[in-house]
């Protein structure tokens, strides 16, 4: 049976495609831009000039200094440069970092954003912006950061090393899982996630084994626009708090944290949530447990285990137990303290996930 539900689906213009790159002076012509600004990581940053001269005159400058975590104090020297230029319009390519800078931008300013992913953390498709200021990250939702064009070329995917690639996609199919138990579920939601993950998850180990599989490569971006669409759709749970709270704690790197935590998150919601675990074996097409199959899936391809692999103190089990309590996300199951705690032991030993 369908419970009741509101759904107001993400409403940017998409545009997929191999080259699609080369359709950013269309998008921003489009939107009205006439000075835009163009927004990078510095490894993204030959990239950003290659599109800020497909711009000709639209195109004003290039920012390259877009950084993890959205930091309040980049945003600022990103604002002069957007009033010494009379920049109306923004353009990020890159990963979450490059377009949570737009975003930020977006919010200050209200300019129109056109959204050029190069990795699968999905943030362009979400009215989401978290941004860090004096060591604390605070997230808001609001429609004025909702990229008005997303443009997903997987061959700028080319240029991600293979260890980004497989943590990213794993941050994607997080998104996908929790948006299958979501809290209010509809159809739409439910059937773009369960092929979310699914492509995501069949996309990664052939990327892996062949870099140069172009169709895979277009699987695993089609997967992370779906994902994205489910986080901007589904809201966050369990897996998603605690890597919030694991990641702002103890300065643990994004991707990595959502790949090890994930199975152990899934495991501990399973027994609430068997049609999310009967979909989910249908979507990495296995008849084991997901949870299991989900670590399995990340070992074979190379990601990082535990939680003391990736620089977590081992001391730091209850101080995040404690944050996972303070204002805590709606979960499927219940949060139980040692529960809890036996999931943080299990993710920081790299053990395998239990209910
Ligand atoms: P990232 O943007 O920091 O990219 C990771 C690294 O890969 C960077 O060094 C980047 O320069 C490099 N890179 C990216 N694309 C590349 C490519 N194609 N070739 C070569 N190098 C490339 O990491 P991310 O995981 O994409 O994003 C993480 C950030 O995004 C976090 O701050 C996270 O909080 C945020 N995020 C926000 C949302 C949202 O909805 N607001 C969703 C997901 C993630």
Redesign the pocket.
Known sequence: MTTAFAYAPPPGRVIFGDGALGRVPEAAAELGIRRALVV?????AV?GRRALASLGQQGAALFDA?????PVEVTERAMALVRERAIDGVIAI???????LA?ALALRTDMPQIAV???????E??P???QTEGGV?T?QRTAKVQPEVVIYDPE??????QA?GV??GF?AIA?GVEALYAREPNPILTLVSEEGVRAMAAALPRIVAAPDDREARGEAMSGAWLC?WA??GGGTALHHKLCHVL?GAFDLP??ELHTIILPHALAYNAPAVPDTMARLRRALGTNADPALALQALSQKLGAPKSLAEIGMPADGIDRALDLAFEAPYWNPRPLERDGLKGLLQRAYAGAPPQP
């Open positions: 990078t990581t510095r490894s993204g990239v877009a950084a993890m975590h959205t890159g990963g979450g970092s490059a377009i949570g975003k992913p190069t990795t699968y953390a999905g943030s498709m979400t989401i912006l978290g990250k997230t700028l995917t080319f240029g991600l090393p980004v943590t990213s941050n998104h994205g986080l901007a990641g994004h991707a």
